[in-house]
């Protein structure tokens, strides 16, 4: 196999761990007005992800990074024609993680609302555009002879890159509600239990419609497969959702975000940016990447490096295992722990 095809892989895997880690991050800061009652549930809600959100946007670093340093012109031509959405998304991330960090600094009500505002816009906004990034990636964008985005922003708006959208939004947040189930104990985890229930039949009609219409659009057998079993995973979630199996329904919701996740990845393949104007200016694995030594190297780094960093956030889940409950946060006139 080439390493081109190699760090393809690669990069949908981290994309796959990305969606599987952060969406359920992404769910909980969504529900944060939803399942959170009064202060002392926010808290709570914010705390179950309070060790982990922080590593979990690790995944979206390297993400980026194999991508600058495998396919440079997949990088630059994404983050150039792309500039407005995904400085939205940074501008978002940036704010819900200050929001963590200072929401318990100070005790005052109106004060801990405007960071949560922050927390909730700042959760929603990436998990909606996340979707309509690579809805637009897979559909193929406007692209001229020099391999440069030549469309608008209102281009990228188009109704099945939209539909991605809302597909990662329901998505994200069904996880984020299994997780704050299974994560959580009383009066919040049944609550949590009942939203996810509530939620999966929307989920259901959005995220089929979109893996649909890919399969339809694209008539690829492998990313048709995986998009079938992405949906039966997602039905498998709604199932377990119901019969409150908090753990079977986190691992369902999980695997519908990895299998969906590589189906547009196989989608795409050997394409890395499909040009709607003439498919000759498409980037594809070959025109997009980087010299074969380049690509040795990260290989061997990737090798060295990545069963250490997996084992350490392996670790990290394993010592943060334990459900919490409203009695573990203090009163409001004390500070709350908010996520390091």
């Known amino acids: 196999m080439e390493l081109t095809t190699v760090w393809f892989a690669l990069i949908a895997i981290l994309w796959a761990g990305y969606f599987l880690l952060e969406g359920f991050d992404f769910g909980v800061g969504i529900l944060l007005p939803v399942l959170g009652r009064d202060d002392r549930e926010r808290r709570l809600l914010i705390n179950t992800i309070g060790p982990v959100w922080d590593g979990n946007e690790v995944w979206l670093l390297v993400a980026g990074g194999a991508t600058f340093a495998a396919f440079p012109e997949w990088y630059a031509t994404l983050f150039s024609g792309f500039y407005l959405p995904l ?8 704010l819900r993680g200050v929001a963590f960090e200072y929401r318990g600094k100070v005790d005052d009500a109106k004060w801990r609302h405007r960071w949560d505002l922050c927390i909730i816009g700042g959760s929603a906004v990436p998990a909606l555009l996340w979707g309509v990034a690579f809805g637009n990636i897979v559909r193929g964008v406007r692209l001229d002879a020099d391999h440069e985005y030549v469309g608008t922003f209102l281009d990228l708006l188009n109704p099945y890159a939209l539909l991605g959208g809302l597909t990662t939004l329901t998505l994200f ?22 939203l996810a229930a509530t939620l999966g039949l929307p989920a259901v009609v959005v995220a089929g419609g979109f893996l649909l219409w890919t399969a339809l659009a694209h008539r690829d057998v492998g990313g048709a497969v995986l998009s079938g079993l992405a949906a039966l995973a997602l039905v498998g979630a709604v199932i377990a959702a119901r019969l409150r199996r908090e753990g079977w329904a986190f691992l369902a919701t999980g695997t519908t975000l990895v299998l969906a996740t590589f189906a547009l990845f196989v989608t795409l393949f050997p394409d890395v940016m499909p040009s709607t104007v003439d498919p000759a200016n498409s980037l594809t694995v070959h025109n997009a990447s980087s010299t074969p030594y380049t690509l040795r190297v990260m290989t061997w780094v990737a090798l060295a490096f990545t069963p250490i960093v997996l084992g350490y956030q392996g670790w990290t889940y394993w010592v943060f295992r334990k459900r919490l409950t409203v009695e573990h946060i203090p009163p409001a006139a004390v500070p709350a722990r908010e996520p390091a």
């Open 173 to 194: 947040t069904l996880h984020g509600a299994v997780f704050l189930a299974l994560k959580t104990d009383g009066d919040v985890r049944h609550r949590a239990g009942r």
């Open 87 to 94: 400085l939205i998304i940074l501008v978002a991330l940036i």
